[in-house]
């Protein structure tokens, strides 16, 4: 059964950083573009970064361009978000999810309709 696990969520002061891992069983992650997605109550769910497959580029937010990074270790069947410079803007429940089709990269990987499986979520709370 597919199953996508995150971790590394926790409270932070501003301007710190953290490491979000998502870890599958069931599936290869490698096979697919893997998004990250991060919502508060009552927004909708945002797009923060995706991971395409076939390679290590990853398209970023505007909203934490510089400040993101996502990454793939493929031995380890784990996708990284990597966070720095953490700011009170930036607290919210962080997924991974996992894009519709293997082997594709689409135009839009920010967009949440494109993934179909997704982790339960881990709380990123920024706050001195």
């Known amino acids: 059964q597919l199953q996508l696990v995150e971790s590394g969520g926790g409270l932070v002061q501003p301007g710190g950083s953290l490491r979000l891992s998502c870890t599958a069983s069931?599936?290869?992650?490698?096979?697919?573009?893997i998004g990250w997605f991060r919502q508060v109550p009552g927004k909708e769910r945002e797009g923060v970064s995706a991971l395409q497959w076939g390679g290590h580029f990853a398209f970023v937010a505007d909203s934490v361009k510089g400040r993101f990074s996502a990454s793939r270790d493929t031995a380890n069947n784990t996708v990284y978000l990597q966070m720095n410079d953490l700011k009170p803007a930036d607290t919210a429940l962080y997924y991974c999810?996992?894009?519709?089709?293997?082997?594709?990269?689409?135009?839009?990987?920010?967009?949440?309709?494109?993934?179909?499986?997704w982790g339960q979520g881990t709380q990123v709370t920024i706050s001195s």
């Open positions: 999810a996992r894009i519709r089709r293997p082997r594709w990269n689409p135009s839009t990987p920010l967009t949440a309709k494109w993934y179909d499986y």
């Open positions: 069931g599936i290869t992650l490698n096979d697919y573009a």
